[in-house]
């Protein structure tokens, strides 16, 4: 026996809870069940919630009643959403485009208890376009079961601009070249905080921030404050934490952030965004290294939101020069530690022996941070499923290798996973990537062909099996692109920068983006001409994304033909990869709003670069 939204439909809504939440989570059943016509009999769907800590919940489907039981009252929220799925519901894009109804899908009688895999599962914010629209993304978040919110700004905002206003153009927010988050959040941080409780969120706010708690034109009258480099003090970079004149200055600077962003449970202030060097060398810094100088500021920062916001946390960043644990310097206890492995191959699971990169040179010191911190429930993990920087434009499904490493994650006793999302562009269509996350974040065991398939019916109707094949190629395609093999990352370059040492290796990965571009293009031809469901917005996702896919494997291409000689093959190459650049800029021009500005302009100067770098290689 079985339930369906045609028959919950005709159900009445009874809740013995109480305060936000709970009636977020009827007005949500009563307003999804509203858009179906009622058939059957009359029943009753029941709302209760415990007052424990986690968000679990159990639904109890019988003739004529659902019972939905929240382990807490956002438990019970999550009941109603996964109610709501079982029948139909889906919401694969933030906004009101993004709601889906598929008829047929039925919600068998019985006990269903879900627990998550992860206690806090994060959604962030990573750019000024996507807090434009916090509000659809907070919802659609909520909607997919997440439970937590982080404001992050990049590029890094500026403090004290106080009452600047964001430009209204293009070419002038990219002049300025900077974020915008802190002027959002006055503008729009008690209806955030608002929005949250009534979702039962939590929030997370702030990126690298901490040297601009410490302003760099203090430099002239305090050179003492900043680094000892090369045997000189140097006002780039983060700070000397040796100085007792730059911690007081850190201290009321610190005070003054988290009074002015009040309302978070983990706050973010985060050194300088640089793969090294940015840390002191005095006498009394030498013998740290740069994680436990990095530890040691951000222990400042916690005394100072202990008296400030005793329940709340901050974060120290494991990342590029301060990804190994520290050693000397322990936390404060209100210091978490935020593992972010973004220089890891995506082509395969974070511990993987398969792949040296990830298994020595990510896993290993994710391990020793748990050793650290005292246990790995203190360590958060930001990982970069829907981050659209890092991918170059792209949008990676990550079929398997997300659940892979939430597994571990999991087993590994994570409770807090987050996914960064962060685009120079908009992502027209359903979201896959933030969808999958969220899923997997839920449940890790989830099966990635049948996640797909129910989100290829949701998505696109009766052309379901076209777009699944379409997304099974393009995930071949990304597997190869994403490979980064034995090749070493160049300084101040990104990971899909590649680079042509050793000289092999990009031989090697020249072969692999032949192979890429084959499976690339078979998803290009698959797609149909006029597709039901999102698909025309899915087209027009598909064309950046095969354009910039085409781009960046001919120019990988045209540098290893290059190399070696074969300046005809590269002459090919390289127009190709002209060709599919100009692409992407047209898609930009009919595309971009301002608010991508400050990420889009140097990323397309950057593909102009390095495209150009092969070419001189060649006249």
């Not at 305060?19 to 016509?37: N, Q, S, T």
């Not at 002239?220 to 003090?233: N, V």
């Amino acid at each position: 026996m079985t339930l369906s939204a045609a028959a919950l439909a005709g159900f009445s809504i009874e809740s013995s809870l109480s305060g936000p939440i709970a009636g977020h989570a009827e007005r949500e059943l009563r307003g999804h069940l509203a858009r179906i016509p009622a058939s059957g009999a009359a029943g009753v769907i029941r709302l209760s919630a415990a007052t424990g800590p986690a968000d679990a919940f159990t639904v109890t489907a019988s003739p004529g009643e659902v019972h939905i039981a929240g382990a807490n009252p956002r438990g019970a929220l999550n009941g109603a959403y996964w109610l709501l799925e079982q029948v139909g519901f889906a919401w694969l894009a933030p906004g009101s485009d993004g709601a889906c109804f598929t008829p047929g899908r039925q919600l068998p009688f019985g006990i269903h208890q879900q627990t998550p895999a992860f206690a806090r599962r994060t959604l962030i914010l990573g750019s000024d376009a996507l807090h434009d629209g916090w509000r659809a993304w907070l919802q659609f978040a909520n909607r997919n079961r997440l439970n937590d919110i982080f404001f992050h700004d990049t590029p890094p905002s500026r403090l004290g601009r106080a009452g600047a206003v964001r430009p209204p153009t293009y070419d002038e927010i990219a002049a300025d070249g900077r974020g915008w988050m802190f002027e959002r959040w006055d503008a729009d941080g008690a209806a955030i905080r608002s929005a949250a409780a009534e979702n039962g969120m939590t929030i997370q706010f702030g990126g690298h921030h901490l040297p601009s708690l410490l302003p760099r034109e203090l430099f002239a009258g305090h050179p003492d404050w900043f680094p000892l480099r090369d045997g000189e003090r140097n006002a780039r970079f983060n700070l000397c934490t040796s100085s007792e004149g730059a911690i007081s200055a850190l201290r009321d600077a610190a005070r003054t952030f988290f009074l002015r962003f009040a309302g978070a449970d983990v706050y973010h202030l985060w050194a300088d965004d640089i793969r090294g060097g940015g840390w002191c060398e005095c006498a009394g810094c030498a013998g740290l290294s740069p994680s436990e100088q990095a530890l040691r500021a951000t222990n400042i920062l916690a005394e100072v939101l202990a008296g400030v916001a005793p329940g709340a946390s901050v974060a120290h960043l494991a990342y590029h020069d301060t990804i190994e644990p520290p050693a000397a310097v322990q936390p404060a206890p209100n210091v978490v530690a935020l593992y972010a492995p973004r220089p890891r191959s995506y082509a395969f699971p974070i511990d993987d022996p398969a792949c040296p990169r990830n298994a020595i040179g990510h896993w290993q010191p994710f391990l020793g941070l748990g050793k650290t911190f005292g246990n790995a429930s203190r360590v958060h993990v930001f990982e970069y499923y829907s981050d659209a920087i890092l991918y170059r434009w792209l949008a990676p499904l990550n079929l398997h290798v997300l659940p892979a490493d939430l597994r571990s994650y999991a087993r590994a006793g994570v409770t807090t996973i987050e996914d960064l999302a962060v685009t120079p562009r908009p992502w027209p269509g359903p979201v896959w990537h933030a969808w999958w996350f969220a899923r997997a974040a839920w449940d890790p065991e989830a099966d990635p062909a049948l996640a797909l398939r129910s989100f290829c019916e949701s998505a696109f109707g009766t052309d379901a099996a076209a777009f699944e094949h379409v997304y099974l190629a393009m995930e071949d395609g990304y597997r190869l692109l994403l490979d980064l093999g034995e090749l070493q990352q160049i300084p101040r370059h990104d990971i899909l920068d590649f680079s042509s040492t050793p000289r092999e290796a990009l031989a090697a990965k020249a072969v692999q983006m032949e192979a890429a571009l084959d499976r690339f293009h078979d998803a290009a031809r698959s797609i149909p001409l006029a597709p039901a469901g999102m698909g025309l917005a899915t087209r027009d996702e598909l064309a950046i994304v095969i354009s910039y896919a085409t781009h960046l494997a001919s120019r990988v291409i045209a540098w290893d033909a290059a190399l070696a000689g074969n300046h005809a093959r590269a002459r090919v190459a390289l127009a190709d990869a002209w060709t599919a650049l100009r692409a992407t800029e047209d898609w930009c021009h009919r595309h971009l709003t301002p608010a991508y500005a400050n990420l889009a302009a140097n990323m397309l100067r950057a593909a102009r670069y390095h495209t150009g770098t092969i070419e001189a290689l060649v006249v």
